[in-house]
């Protein structure tokens, strides 16, 4: 097996050593290893990591009871499914399902499901802090293997994978902005078991809360976002970006949609969560441009082009006005099935 070097995480994509797909879930990861949060929980403070901090916390808002049987959607590499058996020892199971092969491929490994051989390209990635991170989280995970099962699928075709009124609860980190809400709330009534409730969250390009609204503590990093495609769209076409900073939904649309689709919805909690601009930059605009831009642009044009506008924007004093409140808003809901 070559090592691979840092290098392997920025070098030509069509040229990486195994799939993109893969390297995104790995990214994932190294995201969520570099970055932490001070936790006061329980009045120990604690230093966590950033998607776990908010797993945490999502999860503890799922009543469970022996012999449950809870679907994780959109479970990515396995952050909140971890979660779900540390809070819960006496759940029966954890399905997780995740569109993405390479998140599916990594939870797996997270969760001690790969034989040997396939488990070998996690060992190399040349980042010795993820390698800890997995390391450190492979311990936690080691004695619930058994209860958490991943396939690799698109929630919203579920027929082919779910069976009918078949889990107690469902738990959605961060996933119900990735689809078309009604669809999911269609989905998650079809296989849920009747008075059974979705624990969920989200984020304020998402929602706008009226506690803590998106103008004031939202994640300025959707304006930062819509300055650099303004400065990309000097020199390539680009889709729609004016409207990356407005939230689509409030407390009403969602109480709307999801009633329309035999849920009724209550929003338990907001929390902020810290946000870091530096992998704004690193990881989230590149995904936002390759999304917004021309798919047959040539990558290396693309790097060029971003750079190049994040550069610019970093010197626009309108860009970088609120670095202070670099948060996030993440809100709680639960729906619970009618
Ligand atoms: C921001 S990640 C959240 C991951 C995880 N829940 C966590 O707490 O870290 C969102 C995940 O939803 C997955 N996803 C998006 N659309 C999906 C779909 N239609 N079906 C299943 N998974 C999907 C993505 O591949 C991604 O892994």
Redesign the pocket.
């Known amino acids: 097996m070559t090592k691979l070097g840092t290098g392997a995480f920025t070098g030509d994509q069509d040229n990486h050593p195994y799939h993109n797909d893969l390297k995104t ?1 790995i990214d ?1 990861d190294i995201l ?1 290893s570099g970055f932490s949060i001070l936790d006061h929980k329980n009045n120990i403070s604690v230093i966590t990591t950033g ?1 776990r901090f ?2 945490d916390r999502l999860v503890g808002y799922l009543d469970t009871k022996e012999g449950d049987e809870i679907l ?9 499914t971890l979660e779900l058996v540390l809070q819960n020892p006496n759940i029966k199971s954890v399905r997780g ?4 092969k390479g ?1 599916t491929h990594l939870s797996s490994y997270k969760f001690h499901k790969l034989d040997e051989k396939s488990e070998e390209i996690f060992k190399h990635v040349g980042n010795d802090k993820v390698e800890d991170y997995w390391k450190n989280f492979r311990k936690e995970s080691l004695p619930y293997k058994d209860k958490v099962s991943f396939i690799n ?4 075709k579920y027929e082919e994978n779910f069976k009918e009124k078949s889990f107690d609860g469902v738990i ?4 119900m902005h ?2 078309d809400l009604s669809s999911a709330f269609k989905k998650m009534h079809q296989i849920l078991k009747d008075g059974k409730n979705v624990v969920w969250n989200s984020a304020s390009h998402f929602f706008n809360d009226a506690t803590y609204p998106t103008e004031m503590y939202g994640m300025r990093y959707n304006d930062f976002i819509k300055y650099v495609m303004e400065e990309v769209s000097k020199e390539v076409t680009v889709k729609d970006y004016k409207t990356l900073s407005v939230p689509k939904h409030n407390i009403d649309t969602i109480k709307k949609i999801s009633s329309e689709n035999g849920f009724e919805t209550k929003q338990v909690a907001v929390h902020l969560i810290p946000y870091d601009y530096k992998f704004v930059r690193k990881y989230h605009i590149p995904a936002f441009v390759k999304a917004l831009t021309d798919p047959n642009i040539n990558p290396e044009f693309l790097k060029e082009i971003t750079d190049r506008a994040i550069a610019k924007t970093i010197n626009n004093p309108n860009a970088l006005d609120d670095t202070i409140n670099a948060y996030d808003i993440d809100p709680i809901f639960v729906s619970t099935k009618q």
């Open positions: 879930a994932y969520e998607y908010v797993a994780d959607v959109g479970s990515g590499t396995g952050i909140t399902v995740d569109i993405s998140m699928a698109d929630f919203l959605a980190s961060q996933f990735w689809v």
